[in-house]
């Protein structure tokens, strides 16, 4: 279980991650005409995480089948706030998060079910954190409210145009690649940090396809 000192608050309660896995993973789907809508949305959930899989591959921060001991070696001397995505040591969760906080380097481990992702958490906690159609949006989502967060403090803004979300801050600074990404990746994450209409760039398509397959700012 991930310290709770280890994950800053600078507003509102925190949920802590449980290490219990979510039964409802394991759920059976008896063969019946009555769940021929549950089939369909099985076949949409698996394209769904087709599609966040690739963009972990396309992100250069997941790191596949990583301990927890072998991410805090990687991460032990990392800045606060450095982070990766591996696959989870735990059955029944695809993914964890691995992030460097103040008191050292801290797992979270990431939930899929009905075809969305989110952090694992006690039950009653569950329904107040957001989820995602990918681990990267999840991940994006957290690293840009803890940006939004700072840049307010920073400015004495305070909180009044932050997110609402308030159950789970992390601070996520900046994304501990795996190997050095390729310059071609990084033109990418700049444009996409700086237009969200790629098809409205003066781009061959061949390069707006390319930009569409990561369409992320981390």
Not at 70 to 95: C, M, N
Not at 134 to 143: C, E, F, P, R
Not at 205 to 217: G, I
Request: aromatic share 6%.
């Amino acid at each position: 279980m991930p310290k709770s000192s280890g994950v800053p608050s600078p507003s509102g309660p925190m949920i802590i991650p449980t290490s219990a896995p979510d039964k409802s993973l394991n759920a059976v789907r008896l063969k019946d005409s009555e769940l021929e809508p549950r089939r369909i949305e099985s076949r949409e959930d698996a394209a769904r995480l087709q599609r966040a899989m690739s963009h972990l591959q396309e992100s250069g921060w997941y790191w596949g089948p990583l301990t927890a001991a072998q991410a805090k070696q990687v991460l032990i001397d990392a800045p606060e706030g450095t982070f990766l995505l591996r696959d989870s040591s735990y059955q029944g969760y695809l993914l964890t998060l691995s992030v460097k906080t103040s008191l050292g380097p801290t797992h979270l481990r990431i939930e899929h079910a009905t075809g969305m992702f989110g952090f694992d958490s006690v039950i009653v906690a569950r329904p107040q954190l957001r989820r995602f159609e990918g681990a990267v949006d999840l991940v994006q989502h957290y690293a840009l409210t803890y940006k939004h967060l700072a840049t307010q403090n920073d400015t004495g803004g305070g909180n009044h145009s932050a997110p609402t979300e308030k159950t789970l801050q992390l601070k996520l600074t900046r994304p501990l690649h795996k190997v050095s990404p390729s310059l071609q990746h990084l033109c990418r994450i700049t444009i996409n940090q700086h237009s969200h209409c790629h098809q409205d760039l003066p781009l061959p398509r061949r390069l707006q396809d390319f930009m569409l397959e990561y369409p992320f700012v981390l």
